[in-house]
DNA sequence: GATATGTGCTGCATTTTTTGCAACACCAAC
DNA sequence: GTTGGTGTTGCAAAAAATGCAGCACATATC
């Protein structure tokens, strides 16, 4: 919509920095890009850059401005898809910002079961560690997000949560695949494979080994869960997972630790919180809120849907 | 703001029903703004109004369109109002949407008192019966609401509360004066002036009533309450009126009617659910619960403050 | 049934707004 | 000082919005 056009203009040159370099990605001269923002800065009372020798940085008063305008521009696509919607197109666009354990097996599936019955709606999927998601849905950069134990919760509205223990995974023949559940410290007495501190699979190792004596020694330490997945096949290791990640596979296997040692952390589908969301947004999130359901009563077991 | 413009205009036209009337509202040519129209359902892509052989009238897609603008004209304001506020500038514009009650006495001097310590700020104040309160407030055309009663209480956010007992008014020297406190039925045997069916004392009475014998034989019924005030003192009849709007009047006398009777209803004070105010609207808000808060401790009393 | 009045819409000339180009003034680093 | 970066401004060209006049159509009114 036009009338967003000095709003995104705005934004680009608090990304960029300088004016010049705005226009020049906007396609316009850095001219006509200044007197637009001196227009809008007068229009509206009060400036929103810092004028510094070395470009343009936003005031209080404009990240106010373009909190505003991210707002606007989302609810205004909201009423686009709901106006859509009433008229019997179901189109839109879902923006999810999800962890990595559900790249493999659950998200592809419900945005492919989603597209079945909407073909008009299109996704983007952005890959965030649970900090990352919750400010992607304050800046209305996602729409929605599935993550893995979120940290803040301010700002950020649960839609549906479901317990996931968390499984050691290893090479078919490991020793401990012989075995039914398995305890931490057993894990741990191998050679082991975690991810780093930004994930919540480690951030419940870490706080169930504060009151014990067993430490942490990696061998390999990384933010992919698909390394640590494949990791294990390659060395005689164990990786951490969530259920919702894993599916029969005749090269691994997987066993529940125990709940003595580890308790379940929670997936959760988020929102923004007070922001209405689009219709095939909305609709979406249910029907992964649904999938979630399901995932519990079968007892968070591994399954592919 | 310039960028809202068609917004406006579309408003107009929705209102007056015609492009030729609006356009002539708003000083421009049909022409004009019959253009501006279809450029905006072109880039929005659906058309908002209807195209009558009478006129032009909004479809529902327009209704969202126009929820959208008051929601996000009322959210610039709210942004400058920030502004304003951090730059060091109390200013500001409070629209208020109340019932009559509060007129003569309690908002006024609120209103005078904020001022006091903000010359900046101004104010609108519209008396609404309770219902046409809480239109106001969804249309954004009130950014608060002081009412005694509210019906829906959907879509309205109660930011406080304080209970009201009814009272009943009459002149110094009528019979029902030598008592402390007075029975509904004794009022209702005497001439009795009461409200019209929209407003909170009306309902409280007819509340009460409906289990009881005594019925309503009004000698006049009105949406006034300054009619009532006054007419007691002209004919030897009863009013009814809430205490908030009462105070020390040599030739007017009020009682309170015993509990048992009429059980006290609240006066609230509310804004549109879920919407962030103006800063100056919100300390005012604050000033006025304040207010409220020191009326109830006070022991619900007529008095002015 | 003819007329009159209202509606929304459109071609064309005009006005207003926005933009691009070039130059200027300033600052920081080299 | 020179160089490379910044924002800003005067002026002319381009683009967008507007006004005018007239069209086609529907609904009242006589």
Redesign the pocket.
């Known amino acids: 919509m036009?009338h967003l056009?000095t709003f995104r203009l705005i934004e680009a040159?608090a990304k960029a920095g300088?004016?010049?370099?705005a226009?020049e990605d906007a396609?316009?001269?850095?001219?006509?890009?200044?007197?637009?923002?001196?227009?809008f800065e007068e229009e509206f009372g009060f400036p929103i850059f810092e004028?510094l020798?070395?470009?343009?940085r936003l005031n209080p008063a404009g990240e106010l401005v373009l909190q505003h305008y991210r707002g606007q521009h989302s609810d205004l696509q909201r009423v686009q898809s709901q106006v859509a919607d009433l008229a019997g197109v179901r189109r839109g666009h879902v923006t999810i910002a999800c962890s990595q354990a559900v790249l493999p097996y659950f998200l592809p599936w419900q945005i492919a079961h989603y597209r079945q019955d909407h073909p008009g709606v299109t996704f983007r999927v952005h890959v965030r560690d649970r900090e990352q998601a919750e400010t992607d849905l304050a800046s209305f950069s996602s729409d929605l997000a599935l993550v893995f134990e979120p940290v803040h919760l301010v700002d950020f509205q649960i839609i549906h949560q479901v317990p996931q223990p968390v499984y050691a995974i290893f090479a078919q023949d490991h020793p401990l695949a012989r075995r039914e559940q398995v305890r931490l410290s057993e894990c741990l007495a191998y050679d082991h494979v975690i991810p780093t501190p930004d994930y919540g699979v480690r951030n419940l190792i870490d706080m169930a080994l504060k009151q014990r004596s067993s430490r942490l020694s990696p061998v390999l330490e990384t933010d992919s869960f698909e390394l640590i997945r494949h990791y294990v096949l390659n060395e005689r290791a164990v990786g951490f997972h969530i259920a919702v990640g894993l599916e029969a596979d005749p090269r691994l296997a997987f066993r529940r630790i125990s709940e003595r040692d580890l308790p379940p952390g929670n997936l959760i589908l988020g929102q923004k919180r007070g922001r209405s969301l689009p219709v095939a947004t909305a609709r979406f999130a249910a029907q992964v809120a649904d999938a979630l359901e399901a995932l519990e009563q079968a007892g968070g077991a591994p399954a592919a849907p």
Chains 1, 2 share one sequence.
């Open positions: 036009r056009q040159v300088s004016i010049r370099k226009a396609n316009i001269t850095a001219s006509a890009l200044n007197r637009r923002i001196q227009r004028r020798s070395t470009g343009m």
